[in-house]
């Protein structure tokens, strides 16, 4: 299970080393893995009771959870108010509104590894005000083939924005 954050760090921490032991739990209760959905709406409740009362402050952080597993790639969000939802894709963190504008027009079934990450880049590239580059983008996949969460280096994201703009390129030469 990837997980990425936007908001106070903190606040995601606490909120993820909660997501860690209630997956082990599961695990060893049950011997398998925890489903997504299952952990999720378990943090969006706890998120949720944090809004009912005076005297504490509610968590001030959205939380993206992605995982490939034997119901396929699921996408999940949690809002500080404690609201969770399904996507297939999304954007989350400043500009997300722009990112999933770009997604919603251009995201279809079907694409490819390469696809997906110019897809996602150009999002990015659409809802932020400087230029992308490796100093600026923090970047991590699962792939279907091997289910695990990788981080890419700077070197990777550079490589991966070189692929951008050579795509584009050829596009704009194709179209011309």
Do not use: W
């Amino acid at each position: 299970i990837g997980v990425a954050i936007s908001g106070l760090h903190a606040d995601s921490r606490m909120l993820i080393n909660y997501a860690r032991v209630q997956a082990q739990s599961f695990r060893l209760t049950y011997d398998e893995p925890v489903r997504l959905n299952m952990l999720v709406k378990s943090i969006a409740d706890i998120k949720q009771q944090y809004t009912q009362f005076g005297g504490i402050r509610p968590f001030g952080c959205a939380l993206f959870f992605i995982v490939i597993d034997l119901v396929g790639t699921q996408i999940y969000t949690t809002s500080p108010s404690g609201i969770y939802r399904s996507f297939k894709s999304y954007a989350l963190g400043s500009g997300e509104a722009t990112a999933r504008e770009y997604l919603k027009e251009h995201y279809k079934e079907g694409l490819n590894f390469d696809e997906v990450m110019n897809l996602t880049l150009t999002a990015l590239k659409e809802s932020i005000d400087e230029e992308a580059t490796k100093e600026n983008i923090r970047l991590a996949y699962i792939k279907s083939d091997d289910n695990l969460f990788h981080m890419c280096t700077k070197d990777e994201v550079e490589q991966y924005l070189a692929n951008l703009k050579e795509s584009t390129e050829s596009k704009n030469n194709t179209n011309k």
